[in-house]
C-alpha cells in the first residue's frame, strides 16, 4: 500500500499522541524510538529513490540542464566511432533528429561528427561546470575543473598519440587499454548470466525482414562505415538517448540494462547495442570520446579468426565473456574468418570507469547530458 506524505505524517502524529499518554513507562519510550526509525527510512526512501534507466535529475533540475547546457550537449554527441563512423551530418541522437527505421538523424549543422571541437566548446564545457557548481558543490570537482579548463592541452594537440579521446578527458585516471573483469565484478558477471537471454533477442532482431524494399537491414539496424567489409549496429541507448522501438523489440535486454548498476545511461557517453561484422570485415582504427567510461563487449557469436586491438595490445572475444577495454585508446577490431564461419556479434554496453567518483559522474551527467 502506498502511503502518502500526509497520511504518514497523520500517522506518526497519532504514534506520538500515544507515546505522551504513556510516556512514563518502558513501553511509551520504545514506541517513540519505533516510530522515529520508521520516520527516518520512509524520508531517506524519498530523498533516495532509484532513478529511471535514463533520468538522473528530477523534473524541475532537467529543465535547467536542458536550458543551461543542452545546445552544448548536442555538440557532444560523439558515439565514438571517430573517423570510421558513418557518413557525414548523420548522427544518431535526441530530440533535434528527426526518426526514420528507429534511428534519429542529426539535423544540426553543429553536431561534433561533423565538426572537429575547439575553442569555443571548451568554454561551453566550463560554463557548464560552473553552472553545476552553483547549483550543487565545487566539491569533488578537482579533476573535472582541471580536465576541462586543459581540454586544448589534452585534445587539440596534432601529435600521435596511443590514447586521445576526442571530447573529453579527464586526467589522473589509471589507464590501460584492457582492464580486469574485476573492475566492474557486478555489472560483468550480470552480463554473463544473461548470455542466452541476449543471444535470443539478437537472433529475433536480426532475422527481422528488410524494414523496406531495397534495403538489406531489418528495422532497427544501422550500417556502419568500413573500409571492407559490413559492420551493423542496433542501439537500444545511443549518446544517452533510448531508442523506444528498439527497445521494445528487446524487453529482456532492456531490463539487464536497468539492473546494471555502473551503465552510463544520463550522459552522451552512454551506449548500448548489439554489434555485428561479417566476415572480411575490418574497423578502421579511431579514439572514443572520453576515458571516463570502460566499453564491454559481451561475445554472443564469435568464429575463429576475430580480433580487437587496443592501444597495440590484442585480445579475442569469447562466446558467454566480457571484455573491458579503454576505448580512448586506438583501437581496431577485424573478422579474418569465412563466409562458412558467419558473422563476429558482440552486445556492447558503456560502464563507469571504476576510479570515476560519485560526485564526478553526477556532475559528467549534467555537463553532458543529451540535448533535448
Known sequence: ????????????????????????????????????????CYRVGCEHSVPTLRGGFSGSETRGVASGVGAAAALLAADGLGRGGGAKGRQLGGAAGEELNGFAYCQSPECFRCARPG????????????????????????RVHKGVREQGRYLLCSRPSIQKPEVFFLPDLP?????SREAQKHDVELLERSYPA????????????????????????KANSTPRGQWWTFYLVNQGTPLALNARRCPRTWRVLGQLRTFVANNVFGNACFSVLSPGATISEHYGPTNVRLRCHLGLKVPSGCELVVGGEPQCWSEGSC???????????????TAEDGPRVVFMVDLWHPNVAAAERQALDYIFTPGR
Do not use: I
Not at 129 to 136: D, F, G, P, S, V
Not at 199 to 212: G, I, K, N, T
Not at 323 to 337: C, K, Q, W
Open 175 to 179: 589507464s590501460a587499454p584492457f582492464f
Open 323 to 337: 571484455l573491458l577495454f579503454d576505448d580512448s585508446f586506438l583501437h581496431t577490431a577485424f573478422h579474418e574468418g
Open 198 to 221: 541476449l543471444l535470443a533477442e539478437f537472433e529475433s532482431v536480426y532475422r527481422l525482414p528488410p524494414a523496406r524494399s531495397g534495403s538489406g537491414l531489418p528495422p532497427g539496424w
Open 119 to 142: 575553442e569555443g566548446l571548451n568554454q561551453r564545457l566550463y560554463h557548464s561546470l560552473q553552472e553545476y557548481a552553483k547549483r550543487y558543490t565545487w566539491a569533488g570537482m578537482g
Open 1 to 40: 500500500m502506498e502511503w502518502s506524505l500526509e497520511r504518514m505524517r497523520e500517522w506518526v502524529a497519532g504514534g506520538m499522541q500515544s507515546v505522551r499518554e504513556c510516556e512514563s513507562s518502558a513501553l511509551g519510550t520504545a514506541l517513540c524510538l519505533v516510530l522515529l526509525f520508521v520516520w527516518y
